[in-house]
């Protein structure tokens, strides 16, 4: 199974940017749809991006469509999630997750990722 570590939050005032990046471990990472997630304090989970294996096809939450952009670097076992114009609702843990999958379709439900990393913090300040 894959293990994956994210980093790349902080603190960022509103309007400005920031990009995730979540480093897998292992030899199969292009064998592996991944997605983000987010969890606001007293919210459920929720998918924001997602892009498959090869990264033919993305994915993304209405709610974030136009800001975030997701990419990945097989060769360097990572997937990024640029986002811009941050808001203050963007504030969340957020989480990278992983499937093994060779569909061109990209898993939106947290069911069906079955590897998950730790988390990175993002606050956004009004």
């Known amino acids: 199974q894959v293990q994956l570590v994210e980093s790349g939050g902080g603190l960022v005032q509103a309007g400005g940017s920031l990009r995730l990046s979540c480093a897998a471990s292992g030899r199969t990472f292009s064998s592996y749809a991944m997605g983000w997630f987010r969890q606001a304090p007293g919210k459920e989970r929720e998918f924001v991006a997602g892009i498959s294996w090869s990264g033919s096809s993305t994915y993304y939450a209405d709610s974030v469509k136009g800001r975030f952009t997701i990419s990945r670097d097989n060769a360097k076992n990572t997937v990024y999630l640029q986002i811009y114009s941050l808001k203050p609702e963007d504030t969340a843990v957020y989480y990278c997750?992983?499937?093994?999958?060779?569909?061109?379709?990209?898993?939106?439900?947290?069911?069906?990722?079955?590897?998950w990393g730790q988390g990175t913090q993002v606050t956004v300040s009004s």
């Open positions: 997750a992983a499937r093994r999958s060779f569909s061109p379709r990209v898993p939106q439900s947290r069911e069906e990722y079955g590897a």
